[in-house]
């Protein structure tokens, strides 16, 4: 099973509405604009009912495990980023919507942790976040069919590409410290 289906299973049996790819693009918007923020402020935007995150168990270590690993990947030098979504087996159909999901779930991230205007931001962050509004926003038709499955891999590179970016121009990546 993918981590992707793991995540849903999860979600789905706390009742959470929000699809995994929302969720991961929540946590990805948070780190992104601040890598310090804390596990219990994405997952109490995830799960915001009375019972709130799982407290302990598989479920609680799997979320964990996703956290870390998502701070780490957002902190690579070496652009390890990778995006949870549906795997390539999946019709197109669904990991576009997915995709949309994720997009919007990164948006809401950063608005969590105070990123409300983007137009206050570096111009290629703000352009960037634009475009994943409209992919946000966009009902794809989509077709099963070579070209259809490039443009998503293009559009999917893309997204990743602008997250790291965004990141980037929100808190730069710290280099290895240098002896004077």
Known sequence: MSDYQVLQDILHEAGVVADAAEVHGILCGQLSANLGSGEMQ????????PDGPPAE???????AELFAQTRTQLAD????????LPDEDDALSIRVDALGQWCQGFLHGLTVVGITDPTQLPADSAEILKDLGEIAGAGFQVDDDEASETAYVEILEYVRVGVLLVSEELQPLKGPSRLH
């Open 42 to 49: 994405w997952l109490q935007e995830v799960f915001p009912g």
């Open 57 to 63: 168990g598989e479920a609680r270590r799997l979320l």
């Open 77 to 84: 030098a070496l652009l390890g980023f990778q995006m949870l």
